[in-house]
């Protein structure tokens, strides 16, 4: 039988995230990535075989997420260091506010590198089947799912760096010296 102190200690282990420090990527069998469409700042419509040909790290995210907060940063280092060589942060908004409120978080915050793009609907989090924020899922440069990670992540850190280049670049790519 199970305590009352075990039972809460095992549904706080369920709700407080991961810290930003932990890279929990948990790699899946290339799978097709669902059909997801989003716009872009000017109101385009896309989906992600707009992005076919990048690796896509595709993130989930909401300017209310306090996690989402600590992680953005990161995924700003990310886009400019390593965009040149085929790696595209995706950042999709699933707020409702519109525009001006992404665009203030990303001032707030100093959100430099990353483009908008925004699913109002929030459906993005349906298809995809995150339960909570933020949610990345990584996309190879054919369009599949090749892995996710719940919860903030420092994607500029040494362990998503490397976890990037072997699984998602490629052996030849993964030799280089990173930088």
């Not at 997420?65 to 965009?83: F, I, N, T, V």
């Not at 060589?85 to 409120?101: K, M």
């Not at 995150?130 to 994607?155: K, N």
């Amino acid at each position: 039988m199970r305590s009352p102190l075990g039972a809460a200690l095992a549904v706080l282990a369920l709700i407080i995230p991961f810290p930003a420090c932990a890279f929990n990527f948990a790699p899946t069998p290339p799978k097709p990535a669902p059909a997801l469409a989003f716009e872009d700042a000017a109101g385009n419509p896309l989906t992600l075989e707009d992005f076919r040909g990048k690796v896509v790290v595709l993130n989930l995210w909401a300017t209310w997420c306090g996690p989402c907060r600590k992680e953005m940063p990161s995924l700003d280092r990310l886009q400019a260091e390593y965009g040149p060589e085929g790696i595209y942060v995706l950042p999709l908004s699933l707020d409702r506010g519109g525009l001006d409120q992404i665009r203030a978080f990303y001032d707030e915050v100093g959100i430099r590198n990353l483009k908008i793009y925004r699913d109002p609907s929030g459906g993005a989090s349906r298809t995809l089947s995150a339960f909570g924020l933020p949610t990345t899922v990584v996309l190879d440069r054919d369009g599949r799912e090749v892995g996710r990670v719940l919860g903030p992540a420092e994607w500029d850190g040494d362990e998503a760096l490397a976890t990037l280049r072997s699984v998602l670049l490629g052996p030849q790519r993964a030799d280089r010296s990173g930088g």
